[in-house]
Nanobody, 129 residues
Framework: QVQLVESGGGLVQAGGSLRLSCAAS????????MGWFRQAPGKEREFVSA????????LYADSVKGRFTIFRDNAKNTVYLQMTSLKPEDSAVYSC??????????????????????WGQGTQVTVSS
């Protein structure tokens, strides 16, 4: 079974920073777009950010644009989410996901939960005020 393992979550005060990591096997990571989603209690899971396999194009939800940065290290088979200027509303379980791709990907494909093939178990991020 394909494994995606998140790490880096924790408790941080508003205005602070956290760096999330998502490690995957080499075979899984190759030819896969990678995304981050989050879900707060009582709310729907929402798209946060994504990075494509081809060209490393990045995409961000409006709510995190300018504060979060997604990047990948193909040599380490790891994708990261650098979160800065954190707000209490950012508190959620953050999950990474992978989708198979054979070429360029549209924004509509990267932001939809159903487009992803594999999911990690998630890591908790709590931002206190």
């Amino acid at each position: 079974q394909v494994q995606l393992v998140e790490s880096g979550g924790g408790l941080v005060q508003a205005g602070g920073s956290l760096r999330l990591s998502c490690a995957a096997s080499r075979r899984t990571f190759s030819n896969y777009d990678m995304g981050w989603f989050r879900q707060a209690p009582g709310k729907e899971r929402e798209f946060v950010s994504a990075i494509t396999w081809f060209g490393s194009m990045t995409l961000y939800a409006d709510s995190v644009k300018g504060r979060f940065t997604i990047f990948r290290d193909n040599a380490k088979n790891t994708v990261y989410l650098q979160m800065t200027s954190l707000k209490p509303e950012d508190s959620a379980v953050y999950s990474c996901a992978a989708r198979r791709t054979s070429g360029g990907s549209f924004d509509s494909e990267l932001t939809r939960r159903g487009q992803y093939d594999y999911w990690g178990q998630g890591t908790q991020v709590t931002v206190s005020s």
